[in-house]
């Protein structure tokens, strides 16, 4: 069994800065690309930011230049940095993993259960 947990998400005014982090435990034998999404209220989730085992980084074009994603391999673990935060990033982030498990050995998406971000003055 997989479980991703995130941290780090919250209130933040305009302009502020957030970390997200995002771990991952149990039975994992390999972890390939994972990344970020997030969901608005009324809206479609929708990829921020991935990263692959290997580093190569991809973003949406809203957030580039704003957001970095990085990872521990070592630590199987996932972050965000969100620097000059919007109102318009206002909403659930969700971490997501490309994970093969050890028993069974089995390859599948798996999710985060979520962290809201509010950007507000």
């Known amino acids: 069994q997989v479980q991703l947990v995130e941290s780090g998400g919250g209130l933040v005014q305009p302009g502020g800065s957030l970390r997200l982090s995002c771990a991952a435990s149990g039975s994992i034998f390999s972890i390939y690309t994972m990344g970020w999404y997030r969901q608005a209220p009324g809206k479609q989730r929708e990829l921020v930011a991935a990263?692959?085992?290997?580093?190569?980084?991809n973003y949406a074009d809203s957030v580039k230049g704003r957001f970095t994603i990085s990872r521990d391999n070592a630590k199987n673990t996932v972050y965000l940095q969100m620097d000059s935060l919007k109102p318009e990033d206002t909403a659930v982030y969700y971490c997501s993993a490309d994970i093969t498990t050890n028993q069974p050995p089995r390859r599948g998406d798996y999710w985060g259960q979520g962290t809201q971000v509010t950007v507000s003055s």
């Open positions: 990263i692959t085992s290997g580093g190569t980084t």
